[in-house]
């Protein structure tokens, strides 16, 4: 067999006439003009001085090479080197020069660019209501809450390998700390800081501002009925009283669940939780978390007891402490906050604290503002510990968010990478659009890898008749039929004014 005859008789030449890669970019630059983004980025960032290139354009196709990919400046060559797609588009330098204006705007700037994306979000979600009939639920096990727009915040160290501003050592390596704050429903980065790496994980200012940047961030008309949920032991005594707070405004309901450090008074609550209390958790399907032990009978579904292993429970401890014998342990906090534990089988070699090697379970700890009269599913034990659970959820997006922008960061300035993220979300936020507005079936889930391989990165051939231009994908292509729908919706959307 010949192995090698592939490349018998091929001539590799230049010359080739209507060639584009990453033809799917058309796809983010489209969604981006039909929400508005462009237009409202562009007069954010409109300047009194005369440009070649309007900074709304640069910031907006920057958005959209890193949702490409790029992980450096230079990676917009992508679209400047292919004026027959994308027309005349801005140089690196340029993109450069855009970037450091950003910076230079400080706050002010920035607040104006929240604005825009903002705005161009309440009509990419009318337009996702339009689509699907509503914005999606909040998954939870095997149950969905519907109507309810979930924010969640989490604080991730990037990791630095060279001189950065602000890059310091932390409690998981060097480097520096943004605390971002997403959105369940739509996967859609909604707020962002980028902090010093030594910035704590539960600073209370950072965490307040993050999360009223989140809210503003949801359109108004969904602002209502909102989840917000945080862990790492998040709960600080200011995060808890604003969603205190936001939760009783008259009209507007929000439950939190926010992770709590097991300190020695929840240790001794724990130690007086009576057995029969602990209740058996759910997994992700909904059903028991158990398994079979060794040696269990041969029957696989079997009723007996001690043929199945409970591997996590869940029990309130609020009572315990409010009404305990030491007195109300939890005075100071709000008298609707409730404190929850999990207790889980550790897996063989995890990291355990002297309590839970002489207890034999490893514990979560978090408090939730449910009411106790919610009834139905929401409302029992396994259900209320499964809402927290998801919020394991967020680490996915920040994974995807490090693989689109926020993992690598371009420049030694701190204002200049923090303008770099801003610009990564906004990316984040356009792939989100185009799963819910443009794709359908496995497209409309996938990450950011597989949406470049099927869809960004595609090659086609542009062709030219008497006033139109045809971008034609490959017709080998699997997902050509996509890409060519997907525009059609996108050319479908409603134009903003
Ligand atoms: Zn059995």
């Known amino acids: 067999m010949n192995v090698t005859g592939w490349s018998k008789g091929l001539e590799v030449t230049g010359g080739g006439e209507g060639v584009v890669s990453h033809a799917g970019l058309v796809l983010l630059r489209g969604l981006a003009d039909k929400t508005g983004l462009t237009a409202g980025l562009s007069r954010a960032l409109a300047s009194n001085r005369l440009l070649v290139h309007d900074r709304g354009r640069v910031a907006v196709d920057l958005a959209c090479v890193i949702a490409d990919g790029a992980e450096v400046i230079s990676g917009f060559r992508i679209l400047a080197d292919q004026p027959q797609a994308h027309g005349l588009v801005a140089s690196v330098p340029t993109a450069w020069r855009a970037l450091s204006e950003i910076a230079a705007g400080g706050p002010r700037m920035q607040a104006r660019i929240t604005r825009a994306v903002n705005a161009a979000r309440r009509r990419a979600w009318a337009a996702i209501e339009a689509r699907h009939g509503a914005i999606p639920g909040v998954r939870v096990a095997d149950k969905m809450i519907e109507g309810v727009i979930c924010i969640r915040l989490d604080a991730s160290v990037v990791a630095c390998h060279s001189e950065k501003e602000g890059a310091e050592p932390n409690f998981k390596g060097f480097g520096l700390h943004p605390l971002l704050g997403y959105c369940d429903n739509t996967t859609e980065a909604l707020a962002g800081m980028l902090r010093p790496g030594s910035a704590g994980s539960n600073t209370t200012t950072d965490h307040l501002t993050v999360l009223d940047t989140a809210i503003t961030a949801v359109p108004a008309r969904h602002r209502r009925r909102l989840m917000v949920t945080c862990d790492g032991a998040g709960a600080s005594h200011g995060l808890i009283e604003r969603l205190d707070e936001l939760a009783a405004r008259p009209g507007h309901q929000l439950v939190y669940s926010v992770g709590w450090e097991l300190g020695e008074r929840e240790r001794r609550a724990l130690h007086r939780v009576p057995a029969q209390a602990w209740q058996i958790a759910v997994d992700g399907r909904g059903q028991a978390r158990e398994r079979r032990i060794d040696g269990a009978c041969p029957d696989r579904r079997c009723a007996h007891a001690r043929c199945w292993r409970q591997e996590a429970h869940v029990a309130e401890l609020t009572g315990l402490l409010r009404e305990g014998p030491d007195g109300d342990q939890l005075a100071g906090w709000p008298a609707g906050m409730r404190l929850f534990a999990r207790r889980e089988r550790p897996h063989p070699g995890a990291q355990l604290s002297l309590f839970e090697e002489a207890d034999g379970w490893r514990y979560s700890l978090w408090v939730t503002n449910l009411p106790t009269t919610v009834r139905g599913w929401r409302g029992q034990l396994a259900y209320i510990d499964a809402a927290h659970r998801v919020h394991a ?105």
């Open 393 to 497: 959820r967020v680490e996915d997006a920040i994974r995807t968010g490090k693989d689109c922008g926020i993992g690598k960061f371009p420049s030694h300035s701190l204002a200049l990478n923090a303008a770099w993220m801003t610009l990564s979300l906004t990316a984040a936020t356009l792939l989100a659009w185009l799963r819910l507005l443009a794709l359908d079936g496995d497209l409309a889930r996938a990450e950011p890898k597989t949406l470049r391989y099927r869809i960004l990165h595609a090659a086609a051939r542009l062709a030219r008749s008497a006033r139109r231009r045809r971008l034609k994908i490959a017709a080998t292509w699997p997902w050509a039929g996509a890409i060519a729908t997907a525009w059609t919706k996108i050319a479908a959307l409603p134009h903003a004014p």
